[in-house]
């Protein structure tokens, strides 16, 4: 629409150097205070911050820079209504949430969305794909009808994968850290794959991090 700015989507990631976000039990060790700051940096410049579900059960956080007065939006993509309302992104109180299910869950769910509107969350049905997936590109639709123009998306891997597949991301920034965890799960994109070669990537800029012992990667999808 003329006039209007596209919706620009932005990934951020960390993970081990041998390609994990997280151990077999979805624990992450704390950030270097280098990398904390970039994620404040970034969730300073979204409108909205885009959480999958399993990211909010496994990382007790507020998902909210410090000192925010109210930005960015928190969107919890949570199709079965799985997270805690005393999880801290509910209890700190710091800003608006928006709890992304289905319409399903909605209707058959009644208390547990009751207590997630008190935990003053907005809970807001969007339609499914065949298996059972929010369609992000409605979600993109809804936060662009709110007025949002930039967001952050943090995982977890199968909503970075959502995101890729509906090719809807603009940047993607992943650092490496020195860690080897080993295991199966806890991917940056996982949930699904792409057919070989897969999604081409084309590196924007690099740098070595200020504490001398990791790496920070920024791409863009090539279209």
């Known amino acids: 629409m003329l006039g209007v700015p596209e919706l620009k989507v932005r990934i951020s990631m960390a993970m081990t150097a041998d390609g994990k976000t997280a151990d077999e039990e979805g624990e992450w060790y704390p950030l270097c205070p280098y990398e904390r700051e970039r994620l404040y940096l970034h969730m300073r410049w979204a409108d909205a911050v885009v959480i999958g579900a399993e990211t909010v059960m496994n990382t007790d956080i ?18 079965s209504l799985r997270t805690d309302p005393r999880r801290r992104i509910y209890s700190s109180k710091k800003g608006p949430i928006l709890v992304i299910t289905s319409r399903r869950s909605l209707l058959e769910r009644e208390d547990k969305v009751g207590k997630l509107v008190e935990a003053g969350a907005e809970v807001v049905p969007l339609e499914q794909d065949k298996e059972g997936k929010i369609r992000i590109a409605e979600l993109i639709k809804l936060l662009e009808g709110m ?3 930039k967001v952050l998306v943090l995982g977890g891997g199968k909503t970075n994968y959502h ?12 650092t490496i850290v020195p860690r080897i965890l080993g295991g199966s799960k806890y991917s940056p994109v996982s949930g699904g794959s792409f057919p070989f070669p897969g ?3 084309k590196l924007i800029e690099w740098k070595l991090c ?6 920070v990667l920024k791409y863009s999808p090539v279209r």
């Open 62 to 79: 507020s998902f909210m820079p410090p000192g925010s007065s109210g930005k960015p939006l928190r969107v919890i993509i949570d199709p």
């Open 147 to 149: 007025g949002i123009e």
């Open 163 to 174: 995101f890729f597949s509906e090719n809807l991301v603009d940047e993607y920034y992943i």
């Open 199 to 201: 999604l081409e990537l």
């Open 210 to 215: 200020e504490c001398g012992n990791e790496i």
